[in-house]
């Protein structure tokens, strides 16, 4: 068994552009629901609108940048499309209006024709040549044996990685000020917030709007990096992706998506290699797992090791054990 | 301070005028379904008194509470506040304006600390404006003198020890306290607690009480829900007694107590009680 093969590619996983961009996301969704405690069920809608603003604006003659700008600008409108008509109501409208309004957009992204401006089913490719043009490291492989990268996925990763801290600084830096002690105030009882004076209404858009600009940042980088954007790429799976990585690393810590992220995109591959390998060699019969099942049943391993962890760690890997078991109280 | 009006003075009448009244209510009125809740013609809340607002289980006190903090709405009727008419806002600018409100049951935000509950209630904080927020240097300063007050504020109602602990770690009665104590964060002129005592170590009820007498001290007015009249007697200036939704009776302890209306309303005796002919009856 070429374990080595296996640990080398699990590591990449864990380090690659996925898990980086995943990371973003979470980053955005722990300010939505581990701080604020706001149910979105439609996260994956602010990774589409980053995307497809970047790729139309960028389709239609514009530079990079500029195409970056309307992806978190469009983020905006969109988190204030979702807060404005639902913030006042009960908490559970949210997570309706998100995941329903996410499908709806999807869906109207691609009933497009292939001369509409999203381009329908057939997506926006080549629009991130800009973002390549840059790239400092010359050609090559960097690495270590199978541990490596290329020249062009470095460069996505050196950025990815790069945003990711600096997203996960500033959400700490805010988090840590009074403004952040509302937020955690509301997630705790929000009448108790408005009884002291506080507009949990206008926090509440505060944080849809701030963790969706950063669901659009990790929307940008997954579309740069595979250079297309295609609306069957946001289906709601994605989404709930985000919160099973929020939850293996802690909702509500700060470094949570950063963790779980790369532990969820380790595990994924590393069942995947061991799987693969198991068949290969005959330990495990082709009656029981097949090839062709390996990617659901690591999935449902996935499923397996959440439900433990719940169990035995329901704050995930980093977050605090009082604060669960207070809940209890 | 302004002089204090002697509540013996007063007219105990339902609906009486009052010298100086910091919250006036007119006509206020919520019905859920059918059900009359609130139907208050006429009250006014003297400044710088106690006063208790006292009742069976469902007079509508809770609910009269809601309305006058902006959780619920009338369906009509007004009430203002220090001269200015805050019916229909929403309960942040209520609280801002200077009335603020305990909860039946203490809602005491259990994963944040005691001190950050505390600190949360301040008002007008630079720090809590997203902007300014990441500006540690633009907020650092309210920040400590609201710390000052805060560790003040905790030592008064003895909790200065466990201000670094869960607030969800305290007991009933310190989760009463700690409520308390957060409401004088926000410096509002008008405290309104709902059942203070309720579901609190009777050993720390004498306590509570004098916490209570301690904000009248510090120039405050106090409106407080209690239904058990003797809680009531020894600290308030004056009760107002609510039946049905409406205000039956309202005077000093000792000339409510006596009241037979009042009587009849807490021992659930209507035959001699107008108030219930000419209502639709409770269905409870």
Not at chain 1, 228 to 252: H, R
Not at chain 2, 210 to 227: N, P, R, T
């Amino acid at each position: 068994m070429d374990f080595i093969g296996v640990l080398a590619d699990a590591f990449r996983s864990a380090l690659g552009p996925s898990a980086a961009a995943f990371a973003i996301a979470t980053v955005g969704l722990n300010v939505h629901y581990g701080y604020t405690g706001l149910l979105n069920f439609g996260h994956v809608a602010f990774l589409m609108v980053g995307a497809y603003g970047t790729a139309i604006t960028v389709d239609q003659g514009a530079p990079l940048w500029a195409g970056a700008l309307v992806g978190v600008a469009a983020a905006v409108v969109l988190g204030l499309a979702f807060g404005l008509p639902t913030l006042r109501l009960r908490a559970d409208y949210l997570a309706i209006v998100t995941i329903a309004s996410g499908e709806v957009l999807r869906t109207i992204v691609r009933s497009g024709g292939k001369d509409s401006l999203t381009h329908g089913v057939f997506g926006i490719q080549r629009f991130a040549d800009d973002f390549f043009d840059l790239n400092p490291f010359p050609d090559g492989r960097y690495g270590w044996g199978k541990f490596a990268f290329s020249e062009r996925q470095l460069w996505v990763l050196t950025v990815g990685w790069t945003v990711l801290i600096l997203v996960t600084w500033f959400v700490g830096h805010a988090i840590r000020s009074p403004w952040g002690r509302v937020l955690r105030a509301i997630r705790e009882d929000e009448d108790a917030a408005r009884s002291l004076g506080k507009n949990v209404f206008a926090y509440k858009l505060q944080s849809l709007v701030l963790g969706g600009a950063i669901g659009a940042l990790a929307g940008i980088l997954i579309a740069i990096e595979r250079q297309s954007v295609n609306p069957d790429s946001y289906l709601p799976v994605g989404t709930f992706t985000a919160y099973a990585l929020l939850i293996l690393g802690g909702a509500g810590a700060n470094l949570g998506p950063a963790l779980g992220s790369i532990v969820y995109w380790f595990v994924i591959e590393f069942t995947n290699g061991v799987l693969n390998e198991g068949i290969a060699h005959g330990w495990i019969p082709t009656s029981v797992i097949d090839t062709t099942d390996v990617g659901a049943v690591r999935f449902m391993l996935v499923g397996l090791a959440l439900m433990l962890l719940m169990i035995f760690r329901p704050q995930g890997i980093l977050g605090k054990r009082e604060e669960v078991l207070l809940d209890a109280r | 301070m302004p002089v204090e009006h002697d509540p013996a003075a007063i007219e105990s009448r339902a609906g009486v005028d009052k010298p100086d009244p910091i919250l006036v209510i007119d006509g206020l009125y919520k019905t859920f379904g059918g059900l009359v809740a609130v139907d208050v013609e006429r009250l006014q809340v003297e400044a710088g008194w106690i006063t208790a607002l006292i009742g069976p289980n469902g007079a509508g006190k809770t609910t009269l509470f809601n309305l006058l903090t902006g959780f619920d709405r009338p369906g009509r009727g007004r009430f203002s506040f220090m001269g200015r008419d805050l019916t229909g806002q929403g309960p942040h600018r209520i609280a801002r304006a200077g009335m603020v409100r305990t909860f039946q049951l203490t809602k005491s935000l259990s994963k944040m600390s005691v001190m950050d509950n505390m600190l949360l209630a301040g008002a007008d904080q630079r720090g809590e404006r997203f902007g300014p927020n990441l500006v540690r240097r633009s907020w650092r300063a309210q920040e400590r003198a609201l710390e000052e007050r805060a560790v003040e504020l905790l030592e008064r109602f003895r909790l200065v020890d466990m201000r670094a602990e869960y607030a969800g770690t305290l007991s009933g009665g310190q989760r009463k306290l700690l409520e308390m104590a957060r409401a004088l964060m926000v410096r509002p002129q008008l405290i309104l607690l709902d059942e203070p005592m309720a579901g609190v170590n009777p050993a720390l009820v004498e306590s509570l009480l004098g916490h209570v007498h301690a904000l009248k001290e510090g120039g405050m007015s106090v409106l407080f829900v209690e239904h058990d009249m003797d809680v009531v007697m020894g600290i308030s200036d004056w009760v107002v007694c609510m039946a049905e939704g409406l205000v039956i009776a309202e005077g000093p302890p000792s000339a409510v107590v006596a009241d037979p209306m009042v009587r009849a309303a807490y021992l659930g005796t209507r035959a001699d009680a107008p108030m219930a002919a000419t209502r639709s009856a409770d269905p409870r």
